[in-house]
């Protein structure tokens, strides 16, 4: 607890120091060495669960912006055999993170990668192609499919589905901005986008092709209810939520002429027996 402290201090220091000035500090080469440490190793995060809600920690999204500003753009190359090498440029500072199977996470062949400063814990599936950004947090038992992207700093919770393609936004800046949350049993459909930190409560269902943004309402239909985000919180789907993508009539003399609608996700029930089996996990998997 004194070590994480102590580093919190020291990154909120350096976040004030420009490019030249962190890169002629000793000292923040080796500090941001073990910040990424405590974010491989999921022990810091960029929002973290607090009471009913989500606590933002924007020293560890401050800590992720140094490494940016203390990092040189580097060429680096990764041997494919007869193949050749595949190449890819980013600042040092965020290599390509590495994994053991004592980590107990399954990365598949196929083009997937996860850059350094991210945390995916055990028995985590990732499929090809797909790319976790840093400060990602995927829980236990998640699978991410093909296609699919976390985001900088998303926090993805325990035994969650992210289906192909599906796009959870990233968030850097500004720094105190909630991160795209997605809690423990949610089952995300395929080419959906999850945006501006919108948070999916427990064991949601958000149905194939569903957009998720701070600017798109969603009409609940059980409760009679609309839901937005606020100037004092993020858009909230609520637990257990089954989310589709729908339409609503768009105003105006024009519109009615034309019999023009606008897209919006519509909740149109809550998760019962039925839905548990139709979207159950395979455990075989993880």
């Known amino acids: 607890m004194e070590q994480y402290q102590q580093i919190k201090e020291q990154i909120i220091a350096f976040s004030s120091l420009s490019a030249d000035q962190l890169k002629a500090d000793a000292q923040v080469k080796s500090v941001f060495a073990e910040f990424k440490v405590l974010l491989n190793e999921g022990k810091i995060r960029a929002a973290e669960p607090s009471g009913d809600g989500w606590m933002v920690n924007q020293w560890v999204k401050q800590g992720i912006l140094v490494g940016m500003r203390l990092g040189v753009l580097l060429e680096s190359h990764v041997d494919l055999g007869k ?32 850059r350094d400063g991210a945390y995916l814990a055990p028995s985590v599936v990732m499929m090809p192609p797909s790319y976790v950004n840093v400060g990602g947090y995927v829980d236990e038992g998640s699978m991410i499919d093909s296609h699919a992207l976390v985001g900088s700093c998303a926090q993805i919770g325990k035994k969650v589905h992210l289906s192909a393609a599906v796009q959870i936004g990233g968030v850097l800046e500004p720094v105190g901005a909630m991160p795209v949350i997605v809690e423990d049993e949610v089952m995300v459909g395929g080419n959906c986008g999850i945006y501006e930190g919108t948070i999916v409560k427990k064991r949601a269902v958000i149905g194939t092709g569903v957009i998720l943004n701070g600017s798109t309402p969603v009409y609940d ?44 996700p519509l909740i149109v029930k809550y998760r019962d027996e039925r839905t548990d089996s139709a979207i159950a996990l395979e455990s075989a998997l993880r």
């Open 83 to 114: 193949l050749g090498s595949f190449s890819f440029i980013d600042k040092d500072t965020y290599p390509l993170r590495e994994f053991t199977s004592a980590e107990g996470v399954r990365i598949v062949p196929g083009g997937s990668s996860v």
């Open 221 to 264: 239909l059980v409760n009679g209810t609309v839901l937005r985000k606020s100037t004092d919180g993020p858009l909230v789907i609520p637990e257990g939520a089954v989310v589709v993508a729908g339409s609503r009539q768009v105003k105006g003399e024009f519109a009615a002429e034309h019999g023009l609608s606008i897209y919006t």
